[in-house]
């Protein structure tokens, strides 16, 4: 069974620019995760889907980074204008209700 | 609120040595407990999960972990570790009620290195 996708397995952004990172969870999986991770703050929750709704759009992260999931094997994250802050791994998780999270390999954003 | 934390930023043991890497939590509701791994340049795997039950739960490649509720704790255990267990190591707790149903809160993270 082939596991949770991202690409691309890194990005590197000019400051203010668009950027896209995909992910494609595990067939038939109900729930997807976007995570940022960061030395100095760990592990940070950014979005929640179940079934394909928004269930947390992730607070402070909500002015420049938008999730969507316009069908059930696909999922972007989408961060715009990029800042130099936003340099992370970003991490994609999907799982049936209540399971375990299987991850993605991850996308490493550098921005300049 | 959801808060976990792990006291030991870094751990050093050998191989063959046994190994604790804590873990405490505080969280008011009904709760499950897990254990990650993630190897350098990866995403994290999943090594273990309590929800009820045996307070014992074990996991893969020989992991093991013990919830307690009277200390709010659920600290990841081995008997004998070897080179290949070096990685970091992250607790989490989610949430089965609320706006917490489904989510996991994770701690910062335990960097285990494993000398030869």
């Known amino acids: 069974d082939a596991g949770v996708t991202q690409t691309p397995r890194h990005e590197v952004a000019e400051k203010g620019q668009t950027i896209i990172l995909k992910c494609e969870p595990v067939s038939g999986h109900n729930d997807l995760f976007w995570y940022r991770q960061t030395k100095i703050q760990g592990l940070e929750l950014l979005s929640y889907?179940?079934?394909?709704?928004?269930?947390?759009d992730g607070g402070a992260f909500k002015d420049r980074f938008k999730a969507e999931m316009l069908n059930s094997s696909f999922s972007t994250l989408k961060i715009q204008p990029t800042e130099p802050k936003d340099s992370a791994v970003y991490l994609c998780?999907?799982?049936?209700?209540?399971?375990?999270?299987?991850f993605g390999p991850g996308t490493r954003l550098t921005v300049l | 609120t959801q808060t976990v934390s792990q006291s030991d930023a870094h751990v050093t043991v050998f191989e063959g040595d046994s190994v604790e890497l804590r873990c405490n939590y505080s969280?008011?509701?009904?709760?499950?407990l897990s254990w990650y791994i993630q190897h350098h340049g990866h995403g994290l795997q999943f090594l273990l999960k309590y929800y009820s039950g045996n307070p014992v739960v074990q996991g893969v490649n020989g992991f093991e972990a013990e919830f307690s509720k009277s200390d709010s704790s659920f600290h990841l255990r081995k008997a004998s570790v070897h080179w290949s267990d070096s990685a970091v190591y992250f607790c989490a707790v989610g949430g089965n009620t609320g706006a917490n149903t489904g989510k996991l809160t994770f701690g910062h993270g335990t960097i285990l290195r494993v000398h030869p």
């Open positions: 998780a999907s799982s049936t209700a209540y399971a375990e999270q299987f």
């Open positions: 969280y008011g509701g009904s709760i499950y």
């Open positions: 889907f179940r079934s394909k709704s928004l269930m947390e």
